[in-house]
DNA sequence: TCCTTAGTTCAAAAGTTATTGAACAATTGG
DNA sequence: CCAATTGTTCAATAACTTTTGAACTAAGGA
């Protein structure tokens, strides 16, 4: 059970640009570049929209390259291609992510911040 | 006659980002980028869509803070706001330029390359 | 096996964006 | 003044995107 992925040169500017210009969906990624290394399950981002409309969000980022999903039982693990994008697009990550680590306008994830402490 | 812009800090991650998701104003950011300097004036851009379909594209990038639109005459000549974005959103521009130089699914301008030779 | 959890799919509705052509406005040059 | 040039506006349509709920699949635990 794999979910298409499109392959790193197949990836679009465009196409990334238009996936990326969605408040929901920049706010995805900006949590999952302060978690990264850490897979997520989708339910996660349930404080950004209904399941079914995460679902819809989540494959449009997973089909323009900006994610990655594995299946693992029942649940999508998500983790950002991030060496993906940065080989095909140089700086455009890390301008995007920094910009948006900046913008009060974006959709929080996990408010309450339950962290298990050390 | 002045046309409304934002300021600077009124620029939006999320509206850039998607109003740079669509080839055809990809396509004049790139060229504006190879001109940098060079005040163009709308109808240089009438290789990509038709004078209507121009004028409403180069309204969104205007709006979105991405280009500035000078009356002059009868003319707007444009340019592209890389100080202002540079400074909101710093590396985003020259990532995105990046990449859209390279990528040959973008529309051209001015295929003809009709310089005045010094 | 049955129930729960995690997520998808589908079809419909709602909303937004892109494209068109015709009509318009403003400036400039003859 | 007249005509040409430059670009906008408007209304219509076409095309796409987002959101929804109900029904579904697939795995895992009791």
Known sequence: MTLPHPN???????????V????????????????EGVPL???RFLDLASKTNLSYHLAKLREAGVTRAEVVGTNRMI?????????????????VIAA??????LPAVGGHDLEVPA
């Open 8 to 18: 790193t040169d197949q990836i679009s500017l465009p196409i990334v640009l238009g």
């Open 41 to 43: 399950n989708c339910s």
């Open 100 to 105: 948006a680590v900046d913008d009060p306008a």
């Open 79 to 95: 983790t950002l291609r991030r060496a993906d994008l940065d080989a095909r697009f140089p700086g455009l990550l890390d301008s």
């Open 20 to 35: 990326l210009g969605d408040p929901t969906r920049l706010a995805i990624v900006r949590y999952l570049a302060s978690k």
